[in-house]
Each structure stands twice: as C-alpha cells, then as structure tokens.
C-alpha cells in the first residue's frame, strides 16, 4: 500500500499562485507515473497533470496548459504542483494521485493510489 497526504491548499486571490505538495509513503516505489486530479463542486473529478518516474514527461489538462506545472523529488517522494495565474474556475480539491495502470491517464479509475484531497478556493 502507499499513502499520499497532499497540503498547500487554501485561499488564494485569482491571479495569485499556490504550491501543492504531496508526499508518499508506505510501498513507495520511484518508477510510478504520478499526478494530480481536481474536483469542483457539483462537477466531476477531473485529470489535472502528471509526470512520468524520472521527472522528464508532463502531461496537463487542457484548461490548466500553460499555469500549472507539475513536477517531482524522488529523493522526498513527493509531487508538487505550481499553480500559477489562478482562476475562480481552478476551485476545487485537488487530488494526489499514484501508479497509473493504463494508458488513459485521463481516467481516474486507472490510478491505484489517492490522496484524502486538499481544498483551493480562488476568490475574484
């Protein structure tokens, strides 16, 4: 089993930045691909970014391209995400994700591993 606690969250003004962080315990293991997802109210969790064992592929949703940036330390086990010129639509808990088992990353049921969530709340 691994565990994944995210923290960073919080109220930010829109045009503001946050850093989340995640770090991962238990059964770690570098080589898994990990990510964040994001769930707004009364909407669908939704992928957000991820990035591959060694740091050297990013993949990131659409509405997020160009703000956020993901990356990792192996050496900490964990993740952070760099979310910058935020947006009230960006509210939402953000979830640390772990070991993609399929090639839709996209799809929240092909990770095996989540975070509890950490709330973002973006004010205008």
């Known amino acids: 089993q691994v565990q994944l606690v995210e923290s960073g969250g919080g109220l930010v003004q829109a045009g503001g930045s946050r850093r989340l962080s995640c770090v991962a315990s238990?059964?770690?293991?570098?080589?898994?691909?990990v990510g964040w997802f994001r769930q707004a109210p009364g909407k669908e969790r939704a992928f957000v970014a991820l990035v591959n064992w060694n740091g050297s592929n990013m993949h990131y949703g659409d509405s997020v391209k160009g703000r956020f940036t993901i990356s990792r330390d192996n050496a900490k086990n964990t993740v952070y995400l760099q979310m910058n010129s935020l947006k009230p639509e960006d509210t939402a808990v953000y979830y640390c994700?772990?070991?993609?088992?399929?090639?839709?990353?996209?799809?929240?049921?092909?990770?095996?591993?989540w975070g509890q969530g950490t709330q973002v709340t973006v004010s205008s």
């Open positions: 238990g059964r770690t293991d570098s080589s898994y691909a």
């Open positions: 994700v772990a070991q993609l088992r399929d090639i839709n990353y996209y799809d929240r049921t092909n990770w095996n591993y």
